[in-house]
T-cell receptor, first 117, second 114 residues
Framework: GAVVSQHPSRVICKSGTSVKIECRSLDFQATTMFWYRQFPKKSLMLMAT?????????EQGVEKDKFLINHASLTLSTLTVTSAHPEDSSFYICSARDLGEAYNEQFFGPGTRLTVL | AQTVTQSQPEMSVQEAETVTLSCTYD???????LFWYKQPPSRQMILVIRQEAYKQQNATENRFSVNFQKAAKSFSLKISDSQLGDTAMYFC???????????FGSGTRLLVRP
């Protein structure tokens, strides 16, 4: 199956700094990537939909200036958490859709654990 | 707006036995897809099974099968011959054909006992 990678897998940062998380589709092209946030023992909450070459679409309640998303190519989307604070600590997961599939299944990355001190 | 409800926060089953996880959803869409995802302790999301709403036949993948009741908006997952490796969080998810967004239920934590 298609593979999606995320980097880094874990990151610890100080409050006030910015953190960038990369999401890559390794063996397929993805016009659309999705970013989710998951709190401990909770479900995945969609934060935004990222389309290659256009602005991301954010879900209601998600601060676009706090969570900057860039989808510069068909294989890479980045999520930047700006001026991170402890409440931004969470598990962030991306997914990507494979253009080549008859049905556009979402393939998930392994996630990034962000801890803000 | 679509909603997905999983009413069983935790379930437990003896190894080799069968267990059924429940899921209900609400939508006014006609064309949609339903999924069950597994999230083991590694937290990697793994697609277990999917069902197209226009198909009457229930989807089956080896030991995993669904009971799709479209009129009742119910989509349960049956795991047969449970294995220790089935221990994980299981999420039911909905996707409207017009949206491409996945809406997840709250999840069911399944423990397979040896």
């Amino acid at each position: 199956g298609a593979v999606v990678s995320q980097h880094p897998s874990r990151v610890i940062c100080k409050s006030g700094t910015s953190v960038k998380i990369e999401c890559r589709s390794l063996d397929f092209q993805a016009t659309t990537m999705f970013w989710y946030r998951q709190f401990p023992k909770k479900s995945l909450m969609l934060m935004a939909t990222s389309n290659e070459g256009s602005k991301a679409t954010y879900e209601q309640g998600v601060e676009k200036d706090k969570f900057l998303i860039n989808h510069a190519s068909l294989t890479l989307s980045t999520l930047t958490v700006t001026s991170a604070h402890p409440e931004d600590s969470s598990f962030y997961i991306c997914s990507a859709r494979d253009l080549g599939e008859a049905y556009n299944e979402q393939f998930f990355g392994p996630g990034t654990r962000l801890t803000v001190l | 707006a679509q909603t997905v409800t999983q009413s069983q926060p935790e379930m437990s089953v003896q190894e080799a036995e069968t267990v059924t996880l429940s899921c209900t959803y609400d939508t006014s869409e006609n064309n949609y897809y339903l999924f069950w995802y597994k999230q083991p302790p590694s937290r990697q999301m793994i697609l277990v099974i999917r069902q197209e709403a226009y198909k009457q036949q229930n989807a089956t993948e080896n030991r995993f099968s669904v009971n799709f009741q479209k009129a009742a908006k119910s989509f349960s997952l049956k795991i047969s011959d449970s294995q220790l490796g089935d221990t994980a969080m299981y999420f039911c998810a909905f996707e409207a054909d017009s949206s491409y967004k996945l809406i997840f239920g709250s999840g069911t934590r399944l423990l397979v006992r040896p």
